[in-house]
C-alpha cells in the first residue's frame, strides 16, 4: 500500500540555523513527491515537488528538497531558518501509475518551530 | 497565477440545517477539485475527488448523501453539508488541479465550519 511518513510531529530549530523536515515514502514505481505549507487557519500553499530529473528540486521562501531513491526519502531542507517559517509542513505522494486516480497520499505532517 | 477561492471563510450553523461551501479557480480551468476536511492539528483527509461534469468521487467512509458535491463549471465545485450536526464541525479544504498534464494541487483558503 501507499503511504508517507512525516517521523517527526515537530521540528524545533533556532532562527539562522538549518532546518530539516523528514518524509519517507512507500509506493511502487518512481513517485510523484510533493511539500506543501501550511499557515494557521488557512490553506495549504505548494512549495516544490519532484517528479524527474535533478535529484535537488529547489521551491519557494529557499526550500529545498533532496530525492534519494535508495532510502525512499525526500527531506526538505533549508539552509537558514526564518521565524516566519513557523507553520505546518506536509509531505505528500502519488504513484506515476495510477491512472486517472490523481488524489495525493499525504504525511500527517510536521509543525516546524523557529525560536528567535 | 493558480489562485483558489473559498466562500464562505467561516461559518457557524445551527444544527439540521445544510451549509454550502463554494470553491473557484480564479485565474485557471480546473477539471478537477479535491474536497479535505482536515481536524485541528492533525492532517488532510480526503473526502471527494470532483471531475468537472461528472459525478463526484468519494473516499471510503465519507456520506455522499451528506456531503454533497457540485462541479458543474471549470472553475466552481461547491460542497453542501446537509443536515449539519456538531460532530461535522471541521475545516474543510478544496484544492484544484490546474490541467490533465499537472498533478500540483492548489489549494483555496478553507472555511471553518461549526455546528451549534
Known amino acids: 500500500a501507499q503511504s508517507v511518513a512525516q517521523p517527526e510531529d515537530q521540528v524545533n530549530v533556532a532562527e539562522g540555523n538549518p532546518l530539516t523536515v523528514k518524509c519517507t515514502y512507500s509506493v511502487s514505481g518512481n513517485p510523484y513527491l510533493f511539500w506543501y505549507v501550511q499557515y494557521p487557519n488557512r490553506g495549504l500553499q505548494f512549495l516544490l515537488k519532484?517528479?524527474?530529473?535533478d535529484n535537488l528540486v529547489k521551491g519557494s521562501y529557499g526550500f529545498e528538497a533532496e530525492f534519494n531513491k535508495s532510502q525512499t526519502s525526500f527531506h526538505l531542507k533549508k539552509p537558514s531558518a526564518l521565524v516566519s517559517d513557523s507553520a505546518l509542513y506536509f509531505c505528500?505522494?502519488?504513484?506515476?501509475?495510477?491512472?486517472?486516480?490523481?488524489?495525493?497520499?499525504w504525511g500527517l505532517g510536521t509543525s516546524l518551530a523557529v525560536n528567535p | 497565477g493558480a489562485v483558489v477561492s473559498q466562500h464562505p471563510s467561516w461559518v457557524i450553523c445551527k444544527s439540521g440545517t445544510s451549509v454550502k461551501i463554494e470553491c473557484r479557480s480564479l485565474?485557471?480551468?480546473?477539471?478537477?477539485m479535491f474536497w479535505y476536511r482536515q481536524f485541528p492539528k492533525q492532517s488532510l483527509m480526503l473526502m471527494a475527488t470532483s471531475n468537472e461534469g461528472s459525478k463526484a468521487t468519494y473516499e471510503q467512509g465519507v456520506e455522499k448523501d451528506k456531503f454533497l458535491i457540485n462541479h458543474a463549471s471549470l472553475t466552481l465545485s461547491t460542497l453542501t453539508v446537509t443536515s449539519a450536526h456538531p460532530e461535522d464541525s471541521s475545516f474543510y479544504i478544496c484544492s484544484a488541479l490546474t490541467g490533465m498534464s499537472t498533478d500540483t494541487q492548489y489549494f483555496g483558503p478553507g472555511t471553518r465550519l461549526t455546528v451549534l
Open positions: 505528500a505522494v502519488r504513484a506515476p501509475n495510477a491512472g486517472n486516480n490523481r488524489k495525493l497520499i
Open positions: 519532484y517528479i524527474t530529473g
Open positions: 485565474d485557471f480551468q480546473a477539471t478537477t
